[in-house]
Each structure stands twice: as structure tokens, then as C-alpha cells.
């Protein structure tokens, strides 16, 4: 994503730019990455939007309990100290946080059933859910600008 930031947002000019990235790389889809590595990513990103007049609002990454593709991964845990991470950061440098995990994990940290096919990709009942939370991030990053 960092990579082909400038031309899926910067390019585009909006007025601001919701991200919401983690699980593949929590997933080591493209190889492994530290939690660290993750949120600096997000970080850069964030700093490349402000840097162009660019709102943002940094979002949780969605609960998974496991991984259909990459079973035994045991994600969860890692998806909450992400978010973790990622709401500190935002909260020391004035970013709005988009709290979608805790609008959609069930009892496991994982997310709600009926919310997701997969247990890790919202389907349009967990769209549902989020489209409300992310105009209300949108609306609150646009009055900070």
C-alpha cells in the first residue's frame, strides 16, 4: 500500500483518506512482517497524506480469529495489539480512529459470525455496520482540517 500511495491517493487529491490495512500482512502474505513494521507502514503513509494537505483517518484492522488460507496463524491476539498501536498513535497526533473492531468482533476476538463468508472479509452485512462508522470518521477528519 505505501507503494502505490502516491498514485491510489495522492494523485487523486481527496480531502481525506481512510486507512485501513494489517491483516495480510498479519496473514504474511507478501512475506513476514512485525507488528511494528505494519504500523510504521501505516505511520508513513499517514505522514505522506498530511505532508499533501490530506485529512486521514487511521482505521482498525477487522477481527479474524484465524485465516482459511494460513490456518494456525492465531491472529487475534495480534490484531488487538495492532489496534492497539495504531489508536495510540492516532491519539498523540490528533488522527481520527476508526473503531471497526469493536463494532465486529465476537467473544474470541474474532469476527462476529454472520458479519463475514470467511471469518476475515466482511460481506454486506458487516458493510453494514461499517459504511455508518466511516462516514462518521470522515465527517470528524474533514472538521479537524
Given at each position: 500500500m505505501v507503494l502505490r500511495f502516491q498514485q491510489d491517493v495522492i494523485d487523486l487529491k481527496p480531502k481525506v483518506v481512510v486507512?485501513?490495512?494489517?491483516?495480510?500482512?498479519?496473514?504474511?502474505?507478501?512475506?513476514p512482517m512485525t507488528l511494528e513494521?505494519?504500523?510504521?507502514?501505516i505511520i508513513a503513509?499517514?505522514?505522506l497524506a498530511k505532508a499533501?494537505?490530506?485529512s486521514v483517518v487511521i482505521s482498525s484492522v477487522i477481527p479474524a480469529f484465524d485465516y482459511p488460507w494460513k490456518p494456525g496463524l492465531e491472529p487475534a491476539g495480534k490484531i488487538v495489539a495492532l489496534n492497539k498501536m495504531l489508536k495510540e498513535y492516532a491519539s498523540?497526533?490528533?488522527i481520527v480512529y476508526l473503531d471497526y473492531f469493536a463494532a465486529m468482533a465476537d467473544e474470541?476476538?474474532?469476527?462476529r459470525k454472520g458479519l463475514g463468508d470467511d471469518g476475515v472479509h466482511p460481506n454486506a452485512e458487516g458493510y453494514k455496520i461499517m459504511a455508518?462508522?466511516?462516514?462518521?470518521?470522515?465527517?470528524?477528519?474533514?472538521?479537524?482540517?
Open positions: 486507512i485501513l490495512a494489517g491483516t495480510n500482512d498479519i496473514a504474511g502474505n507478501t512475506g513494521q505494519t504500523r510504521d507502514n503513509m499517514t505522514q499533501n494537505g490530506i498523540k497526533n490528533k474470541r476476538n474474532g469476527l455508518p462508522l466511516a462516514e462518521k470518521a470522515i465527517a470528524e477528519a474533514l472538521k479537524k482540517k
